[in-house]
């Protein structure tokens, strides 16, 4: 028997307490604020025979691309499992899903979610997931054109309208359609403030239109909605570093590095990446990180079944071994990661053929980075650029391999096509005081210091 949730889907429980609970754990994971598992245990508890609350965690487990989470994951699906014979199919289909993402298919996962929202464009956590998964295989048209296509079936009133806006903000920025992701962005956050996907979508507009003081004031606005209390607030204090770093405010970036991206904020991967990334872009303007990256790896090491997990995080990784200046143990993990990515046994994966055409070769170029070897790593970045949004994460977190093939050009002989990508980048946006920092140390001519 199935009743509907807040929103009309079919649900596998009529316990008042258990839907109350549910709910408020998929506003958690649409909002950040908190993590749903207090409330997905006080559904289950509310009703013990609901597949769904344990769907929902080891989805939301999963969802922290932690390895050492996966046992975790499981054990939760096999509770789902246990309770799902009278489960409604849409409540079966999350389950599906889920154990699609836990056999590291990623894409079926995005297809079984794509199916459901046909028939249920207003199941949020659906939409929810699929944006993740999306965001992590890099699937900038899914993230714009999933959202879109349900948002018309929803109702305003509904008090996830404005997180779904959010979603479909943040897909049209990464389809570089910057004005209309700025202004549903905005809308989103017109309707509720606390929506800090959508502050990190036109924060993200800001980013890749060279607007770092406008940022950085916007940030500054919205604080009191994602700095306390919030899963995403590193990753928002990380964009306001990079916004300092684009003015060539080192000194600032380091102190926000500081303050909120070291020591006990570092709690998950997702924030040990976003470490990694700023360090490693302070590292390619000259700064010695190496303090900082060591001591982030004494809290993330370097752990032989983590590498190949997610080609994303191998990356940063990297980095952050190459910032601590452990290059032997950056070839060590490449070593491993190269082990999976060549193996038959997990072809059925998605990062398994990301891990080999795409990454592989970036890991190996930031290697040669790190060798010394300015012209090898161009020779193995710069093919990999036009596919490397396969890589999963943001045209902004994928720009420090843009940055890694300037200081490649500028150390090396490829000035060719560091004044090619300065070209580029001058045309996407503004000369900023980072971009002539490039120019600087490709020593251009100075007509195109202006
Ligand atoms: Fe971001």
Redesign the pocket.
Known sequence: MSYPDARGNPCGSSTRAALAAAEQALWRMMSFYDAPLADLDAAGAADPGWALPHTMKAGFLLSLTEPALLGDAADEIALAEAASAHAPARERAHLQAVQHVFDGRWTAACRVWDELLLEHPRDALALQWAQLWDFYRGDAVNLRQRPARALPDWDEADPLHPHVLALYAFGLEECNLHAQAEDVGRRALAADARVPWAV?AVT?VMEMQGRFEDGAAWLRQHQSAWAEGNGFAG?LWW?KALFRLEALDVAGALRLLDAHLSGPALQLTLHRVDAAALLWRLHLMGEDVSAQATALLAGWGPDAAGAGHYAFNDLHIVLALLCAGQVAAAEAWVARCAQRALGAEEARRSNHPVAREVGLPVLRGLLAFARGDADGAVDLLYPQRSGAQRLGG?H??RDLLDQTLLAAAAAGGRRALGRALLNERSMAKPVTPLTRHWIDRLALPARERA
């Open positions: 990190h993200h990753h964009h943001s902004a977190q």
